[in-house]
């Protein structure tokens, strides 16, 4: 068995047994993009207005998995249908919200992010959940509509 055919059927195994999903920390501990992991994770939060739509952006050093969670917000959302990576994924997984997996890699990911007009103005949390430098981390980001 290769060495990715082994880690795509034991990521696989992870999330059927919904063990976390790529990651696998508490997600109650997470950790922010500015604390000491920032040299492995940046992350660049939109601030939008209601009516407009912005970038969510990540870049990951030598990831291999990741995962953003949808905002629990009605007229505030992540379009995770038109995601762009700058490398391919070497899996995806069509969960809600959807998954990523590489093999350990360096990888800037884009998603949107939707205000509708009748968004209300505040902060909104996101949380991403990223295997980078080995580790899996969860981080919040905030996005805000003005």
């Not at 970038?55 to 762009?84: F, K, P, Q, Y």
């Not at 800037?108 to 430098?133: C, F, K, M, Q, W």
Request: charged share 20%; glycine share 10%.
């Amino acid at each position: 068995m290769t060495s990715r055919t082994a880690f795509l059927a034991v990521a696989g195994c992870l999330l059927l047994a919904g063990c976390g999903g790529v990651i696998g920390d508490d997600p109650r501990e997470t950790e922010s993009a500015s604390d000491e992991y920032q040299t492995a994770l940046t992350v660049d939060a939109p601030t939008i207005s209601p009516g407009e739509t912005g970038t969510l952006t990540i870049e990951m050093r030598h990831t291999t998995g990741l995962t953003v969670d949808r905002i629990r917000a009605e007229n505030v959302s992540i379009d995770h249908g038109d995601v762009a990576h700058s490398r391919p994924p070497s899996v995806t997984w069509l969960s809600l919200p959807p998954s990523w997996g590489w093999e350990s890699t360096n990888v800037t990911t884009e998603l949107p992010v939707v205000a509708t007009e009748n968004a209300s103005r505040g902060a909104y949390n996101v949380t991403i959940h990223a295997g980078v430098d080995g580790e899996g981390r969860n981080y919040t980001a905030v996005v805000t509509v003005d």
